[in-house]
């Protein structure tokens, strides 16, 4: 899989690549990462990326012809214009990170996943000529409800959270199925697949907590040794040696946590 970062702070991405799971990934060849200098396609002397906005206003907007261009020149192909516009692959996908995109969720990076190149466009300044998010982008992303100055810390999370999707980035592929936000988070331990399998782990017939319909739960607590920190101890479900309780005890809790910190996701009201 391959991502493109156009950026006008190439350097910006020296230290996230080169840590965890996306360097990683990059070392054993299953993901490929190139930075592109948005300046490198400007046409004068100062290399100007941005200009002020038609109709008056604060701040400055990045200008459409040094993006098109470097879409362009990484595609290897023209993208168009009003009157031709050429379709995208399949597999490609151009994401500008704008505060004004919809929400990245774990199902946006999940499909991220499935797809072979995307090039990320990092907006900057008071925004991004309109145009490149009408006719140059395939889909305008925004990380969360608030305004950051560029794209770029939210072109590495999502770098991340795709990567970590990929089969064999991580040490155990299970890792990704079993966290906050992935629908068999839920479920997985206590599915009739599951239980059917280790009928002596959790026992014939044993019921399963029921679990809401479309409700993405956070993920269950975890703990490690020493059992007692601090007068802080480990819940005796996870040391007594019963999985399917163990396995109750998780559900449990993972809805508990989400009704706390995301009601939202539970269908309740904060």
Sequence with gaps: MRFDLITIFPEFFAGPLEHGIVRKA?????????????????KDRHRTVDDRPFGGGEGMVLKPEPLFEAVEFLLGRSVGGAEVRPE????????????????FTQETARRYAQLERILFICGRYEGVDERVAEHLATEEVSIGDFVLSGGELPAALIVDAATRLLPGALGNDASSQNESFSPSQQSAELSPA????????????????????????LDFPHYTRPADFRGWKVPDVLIGGNHAEVAKWRREQALEKTKRNRPDLTGESP
């Design 26 to 42: 990059r070392e054993a060849g299953l993901i490929e990462v190139q930075v592109q200098d948005l300046r490198v396609f400007t």
């Design 88 to 103: 995208l692959d399949s597999k490609t996908a151009i994401v500008l990170l704008s505060a004004a995109g919809k929400r």
């Design 194 to 217: 599951n239980r059917a399998q280790h009928p002596e782990t959790f026992g014939i017939g044993a019921p399963a907590p029921p679990v809401p319909a479309e409700t993405l739960l």
